[in-house]
């Protein structure tokens, strides 16, 4: 009987074994290619890691912290079960660092942030982007629901959804701030026109608004790209970069008369010397912002909220600063306007990613169930709600900034959660007040279609017009090397451009109107 006995457990453990096997089976998740096609997911039995490639906005960390160690991430990845890798490229070499990343097909990561809309488009017509509907549909219904269908067009090719967009959350990227101590000492009205502006940046410079005695204040300052400098191209009835509507047509702004008029304006004030002459020094935002705190300049297009950043900081330092906000100068056709932009980022998964369905529910969340601590912080540390309304620590906030690197990853255009928010700042800095100023008069890019054919292949060669831009106010170039610049992009491809891209306007008369 033994030997019965030794048959019958050798059974039981086939059967146990095959039992485990079989329940194994019906547990394993669903992977990647039974949705896109194209990748595998990583077994959810141990906790995912994944990689991605983000800019910092220039926001800060405090010491000790960094983008892969501070609470916000830690955050994110114990709600979401993940491990997320943060590299953060030098950001005057960003978009170059994703191209080299792209063009390689080695320890490609799960996740790049992409702010050009050409170089997005490149890369989906290059076959090196992964298609994103259907780990959208199962792991993306905030996004879904925040993200507006507008928005999901502009990212969707042939059918399938490339990217991740993240809006702009104002719709006008600058703002005219001034020194009202300054206007009062030198007995000056607030400027309206164009020429109004050219006197008070003369008189900044040269008639010591600050009364200190010395040859130290300029009127106007900006960065080495030409960004915060939208209102003077405004005023002529263009933006850098933006193809915009003249006689039923869509033409490129960059090759404009008005364009080159704009150009010749700052040249004049750079070459008379009323131009911060470390402008070109001007790298990013901080180091132009000093200037603005030190108390060195009166006039400067910047952010909306900079009223309680380096205009609070400059008041800090001096109790005699006075700053006000400024309507847009006025041309001399009555136009003006800053820089409209609807889309900020593409948030983009490498076809050979095997987490595509990790990044979604990462970014996911930063869109649903994260979104209130991402936007505002950690409640009672950051904010706290007294009366009805959201109270913010600014020494808690400034400490926090950092946490916007990971919001800006899916901006959510929610009005009402944008005022509590920038009304908890305090509603002396009149934050809100400031964004409507901004959209009042935003101009927008009138082409909102996908790349052309022509614009894939060339728009490199094409849109390299800031360089030579620079060059003419700095007086390097003359004002004339516009007009060989303009010819020469015509002829390198950029007519052919012209008329695919209105082909695209005739189709689409309405959607270039916002």
Known sequence: MLWISKILNTLFFVIYILAFMFLSFLL????????????????????????????????????????????YLTYIEKQNGLNVDVYIPPVTSYENTVHNILSSDTNLPDMLSIYSKIQFFRYVDQNK??????????????????????????????????????VNLVHGNELMYI????LDNLKLPQPVTLE?????????TERDPDGNGKNDTFGFTMM?????????????????????????????????????????????????????????????????????????????????????GAIAQNMK?????KWIPLENPIGKNGEQGVNGRTIYGYQVVPKESLHAGDVIRFLNFIAGKGLTSLVFGFEQQV???????????????????????????VNVDDRKMLRARVDSYGKQYRLYDNIQRVERHAIHDAFLGSPTPT????????????????????GVAPIESFDAYAQQWKQNGGSQVTKEVNEWYKAHPHEGEQ
């Open 455 to 474: 614009m894939l292949k060339k728009w490199g060669g094409l849109a390299g017009s800031r360089e030579l831009f620079v060059k003419i106010v700095l």
């Open 383 to 409: 904010w706290k709600r007294k009366g009805g309304e959201i109270i913010s620590d600014f020494a808690e906030h400034d400490k926090h900034l950092y946490r916007g690197i990971y919001s800006a990853l």
């Open 317 to 321: 330092k001096d109790p005699k600063a």
């Open 28 to 71: 394993v998740p669903e992977t990647a290619s039974n949705i896109t096609g194209n990748s595998k997911e990583a077994s959810s039995q141990e906790k995912n890691t994944i990689s991605i490639v983000i800019n910092d906005l220039s926001f800060p960390f405090p010491d000790g912290l960094d983008e892969n160690h501070n609470p």
């Open 224 to 308: 080495a790209n030409l960004e915060h400098s939208s209102p003077f191209f405004g005023a002529h009835g263009v933006q850098l970069n933006q193809w915009t509507e003249r006689r039923g047509e869509l033409v490129y702004a960059d090759i404009l008369p008005e364009t080159k008029e704009a150009l010749s304006f700052l040249a004049e004030l750079y070459k008379q010397k009323w131009i911060d002459p470390d402008f070109p020094l001007h790298t990013n935002r901080q180091t132009m912002l000093e200037k603005i705190v030190e108390g060195k300049v009166g006039l400067f297009s910047a952010a909306w909220y900079d009223t309680r």
């Open 179 to 182: 020194r009202k101590d300054w």
């Open 196 to 204: 109004d502006y050219k006197k008070v940046i003369q008189a900044f």
């Open 129 to 166: 982007l992964m298609p994103l509907e259907g780990w959208i549909e199962k792991y993306g219904s905030g996004l879904k629901r925040v993200i507006p269908k507008e928005v999901w067009d502009q990212v969707t090719i042939g059918g399938h959804i490339y990217a991740i967009p993240s």
